[in-house]
């Protein structure tokens, strides 16, 4: 048998193949994708495989492997949160190349959760939906909310989720994704609070962005990891409410929503450095004057929203290089049945979804769409919510842009 660690293997050094070159990993759930090139220089004869190792430590290739005729290949079996480097070898009828060189480390993920909470029918109500955003598909029931959401927001490590009831209260609770069950409680934000914007990274959720029936510019924060009350982080550049809220590992950006106190909406979007406390800087415009909770969801690199209009453009999706500054840029549409009052929005970090919402007059709806956030262009449908349709619910994931 051939021995793959052992490097270069054949008849002589010129029979075997050269080894493969740009061996890239990409994470997936206890597994690694890895892409390579196949070398040019096949040997004596035609390739006729490639062998994939990977390694947590060291040069010890034997945390685990597979076989392929062409790439990818995937390795199974891993840990999640463990960092992987990885080799290719080409194989032909005279014997295995050189192994490739080590590719970066890349360490699998869980597959990302989306979860989707409260809401109102006829009045607010306390259920969670979840699904894994990487496949299409219907959501499904998680459990119960402590209280009822209603126009509240959350924030998400990879390992739990964090809501704000809103409903003109101060109860925040939480749920770790990984395991379906009803939530529990977390701690307070410092004042009853109703209709604001949340974003986060792995570590600080920003849980409540301004907010209230008459609109404020205070900013919230916790640290996800930790239970406990809110701690104020600074403020916004004005008074709003119904912002959406996204972020890269870095920065977060609150965008658009209703300045309330001059009684109408604002295409003003601000920013901030999630791990430093202090007000937030104007980063530049939206398109769109919205109110009614618009939603945002972002990669690492990228912000996208929309809905959240009562009037002409509610369907359309905005976007913005979350690192840089300037107007936003137009992304497409939204599917009609989520363009209005309060579709709640989650993402991976490739993958956007609104979902449920009401219409104008009137029809509420538990149709969720996704785009691919990398390229701009219409939502497609992705599936429904499990329960009954409704709106001004508030999502997170545990594969959003702002903990890559």
Not at 201 to 226: H, K
Not at 281 to 286: I, L, P, Q, V
Not at 339 to 366: D, F, I
Request: net charge negative; hydrophobic share 30%; proline share 4%.
């Amino acid at each position: 048998m051939p021995r793959y660690n052992g490097g270069f293997i054949g008849t002589d050094g010129l029979d075997a193949p050269d080894p493969p070159t740009d061996v890239t990993p990409t994470a997936g759930d206890e597994q690694l994708s890895i892409a390579f090139t196949a070398p040019t220089d096949t040997g004596r004869s035609a390739i006729t495989g490639f062998v994939a190792q990977v390694a947590s430590s060291g040069d010890n290739y034997s945390a685990g492997s597979n076989t392929g005729s062409s790439s990818p290949i995937v390795v199974s079996s891993l840990s999640n949160g463990t960092s992987y480097t990885a080799k290719v070898w080409a194989i032909n009828a005279y014997g295995t190349s050189a192994p490739s060189v080590a590719s970066s480390a890349v360490a699998p993920v869980p597959a990302p959760i989306g979860l989707v909470a409260g809401g109102e029918i006829t009045s607010a109500v306390d259920t969670i939906n979840f699904k894994d955003i990487s496949s299409l598909g219907n959501f499904s029931d998680f459990g119960d909310l402590t209280s009822n959401l209603y126009k509240g927001g959350a924030v998400s490590s990879a390992t739990r989720a964090v809501f704000a009831h809103g409903n003109s209260t101060n109860v925040m609770s939480y749920v770790a994704p990984a395991t379906t069950g009803d939530s529990t409680d977390f701690g307070d934000l410092s004042e009853n609070k109703t209709e604001f914007g949340s974003l986060g990274n792995a570590t600080r959720g920003l849980i409540q962005i301004g907010g209230g029936q008459t609109g404020d510019d205070e900013v919230e924060y916790i640290t996800i990891a930790s239970t406990g009350n809110s701690t104020n982080f600074g403020d916004m550049t004005e008074e709003r409410a119904q912002c959406a809220g996204f972020a890269s590992p870095t920065r977060g950006v609150a965008a658009v929503g209703a300045n309330k106190k001059s009684g109408g909406d604002d295409l003003r979007i601000d920013y901030c450095t999630i791990a430093s406390t202090g007000n937030f800087t104007d980063f530049g415009n939206g398109i769109v004057l919205r109110n009614s909770d618009p939603n945002g969801c972002s990669s690492e690199t990228r912000g996208v929203w929309g809905g959240g209009s009562a009037g002409t453009g509610g369907d359309k999706l905005e976007y913005l290089t979350i690192a840089s500054t300037g107007n936003a840029t137009s992304f497409g549409d939204l599917n009609s049945a989520v363009v209005y009052y309060g579709p709640a929005s989650c993402s991976s970090n490739t993958r956007g979804l609104w979902g449920g919402a009401t219409g104008w007059p009137g029809g509420a709806y538990n149709t969720v769409v996704y785009v691919t956030i990398a390229s701009t262009g219409n939502a497609q449908d992705f599936g429904d919510l499990a329960y009954a349709p409704r709106y001004h619910m508030t999502a997170c994931s545990t594969g959003h842009g702002g903990l890559q």
